[in-house]
């Protein structure tokens, strides 16, 4: 069940970034097409994403730890029982040992970035380290080691790049409209299909960042279930981490998390309760334990 549950999720997570990916050269090509050209607005739209995703890749553990005022710890001594956590879960992960980074705030919570397992980091909240105990801390750090060794943090990245492409795209549309924009050249009404292409294209543009937030936030929750899963793998204890998470769900909100990258921690850092899944950055507590619950 375990093995089958990990490679479900790995097919799930492939075909949403499949779709995401789709998704970036579809506005490209809507924007490219009200505009005269749906192949210049393709090489635009695959042109940004590509510069982009890389200067993200690039930068993001420096980035990330800024945004969310993590200060590394290069000695071991500074937190023994996290710095050891975190070689054990890598070593049995087989992974390079990541970066360990600590996050001043009483919330219990921790994520992962980087590019690879090679550049990787973790981070850890004092509030997570206060409350958990070897076995939940272990779950904790298992669960972002699997994001490290299942490339997740990279997945994480790119689905941000993508999701800033759309809005730089969406952006130059709209101002464009804004200003008159348009195929100029194109007769009013000489062409029924054309004017409904154009319909679609406009309707694509103005729809773009939602269903953009949406792919990006089911992509998140896939991937909190993949990694629940492979740390119990990781740990062969299923009980430390459904534990853990009951912890998680009754934690405080975090006083200082950055929006942006809200998706990356283990739970919801904001405690926001949602009525619909499709806007939440991280499945419920319940099902996850359910699923685990289940192995």
Known sequence: MLFQQIAQNKRKTIYVMVGFILFVSLIGAAIGYFYGSWIGGLLLAVVIAVVYTLIMVSQSTSVVMAMNHAHEVTDANAAPELFHVVEDMAMVARV????????????PNAFATGNNPEHAAVAATTGLLAMMNREELEGVIGHEISHVRNYDIRISTIALALTSTISILVNFGMRGLWWGGGNRDRKEGSNPIDLILMVLSLLAIILAPIVATMIQLALSRNREYLADASSVELTRNPQGMISALRKLEGGQPMKNVDSASAALYISDP?????ESSLFSTHPAIADR???????
């Open 270 to 274: 904001a405690k926001k309760k949602r």
């Open 96 to 107: 390079p040992m990541p970066k360990v980074y600590i996050i001043d705030d009483p919330s």
């Open 289 to 295: 334990i359910e699923r685990l619950e289940k192995m």
